[in-house]
Nanobody, 126 residues
Framework: QVQLVESGGGSVQAGGSLRLSCAVS??????VAWFRQAPGAQREGVAAINPLIGTSYYSDSLKGRFTISHDNAKNTVYLQMDSLRPEDTAVYYC?????????????????????WGQGTQVAVSS
């Protein structure tokens, strides 16, 4: 089992920044990812990381504004979000899997992940 607890969401004006945290406990995951879901929209993969080796993967549309990182000493994965836009408004979820994932697309696909946090709301105003 893997337990995930997100924090760091909130309200920010367009152009601002937020850093989300995902505290990981239990068995060590192979991948930890961030997803987001806006009202009325499908859940979207944002970024993923292998905490053991540090390899990261990003949604093409978000790369450059969002950065995923990890602190193994704190068992925490972060999502730094810069230059936020109103369309980034969503509930952001942390997810984890203990399986090896092959294709890059699998790492940003929510069906690949077994463990989920409760989500944290991010609201970006114009």
């Amino acid at each position: 089992q893997v337990q995930l607890v997100e924090s760091g969401g909130g309200s920010v004006q367009a152009g601002g920044s937020l850093r989300l945290s995902c505290a990981v406990s239990g068995n060590s995951p192979v991948y930890v990812a961030w997803f987001r879901q806006a009202p009325g929209a499908q859940r979207e993969g944002v970024a993923a990381i292998n905490p053991l080796i540090g390899t990261s993967y990003y949604s093409d549309s978000l790369k450059g504004r969002f950065t995923i990182s990890h602190d193994n000493a704190k068992n925490t994965v972060y999502l730094q979000m810069d230059s936020l836009r109103p369309e980034d408004t969503a509930v952001y979820y942390c997810a984890a899997t203990r399986y090896l994932l092959g294709a890059r697309s699998d790492k940003l696909d929510d069906v690949s992940y077994d463990y989920w946090g409760q989500g944290t709301q991010v609201a970006v105003s114009s």
